[in-house]
Nanobody, 118 residues
Framework: VQLVESGGGLVQPGGSLRLVCAASGSAFSINAMGWYRQPPGRERELVATITGTGSTNYADSVKGRFTISRDNAKNTMYLQMNSLKPEDTAVYYC?????????????WGQGTQVTVSS
């Protein structure tokens, strides 16, 4: 399984970025997908998740600013990040959960750096 992330970078406060996670290499179906982030010096934390039917869940800190979506046909997930704040600076990781014979198998992307700074 390969998860390829893209879209990170440096942006000014108030700006926007869109992260993309493309999954490939598995014959099994994707159960749920999500974005997590790890700010400098802190533990990894949930940003947002989305199920196969489109149900979403967001961390309180990003509600109203971030939007998670997915294209099931392309096995691709997106995170639209608006009104970015310096505290959103982190390495963002893609998380994909596959259903494999009744079990959940989890994969992580390599991470993409998002830096919000003037």
């Amino acid at each position: 399984v390969q998860l390829v992330e893209s879209g990170g970078g440096l942006v000014q406060p108030g700006g926007s970025l869109r992260l993309v996670c493309a999954a490939s290499g598995s014959a099994f179906s994707i159960n749920a997908m999500g974005w997590y982030r790890q700010p400098p010096g802190r533990e990894r934390e949930l940003v947002a998740t989305i199920t196969g039917t489109g149900s979403t869940n967001y961390a309180d800190s990003v509600k109203g600013r971030f939007t998670i979506s997915r294209d099931n046909a392309k096995n691709t997930m997106y995170l639209q990040m608006n009104s970015l704040k310096p505290e959103d600076t982190a390495v963002y990781y893609c998380n994909v959960r596959y259903s494999v014979y009744g079990n959940i198998v989890i994969y992580w992307g390599q991470g993409t750096q998002v830096t919000v700074s003037s």
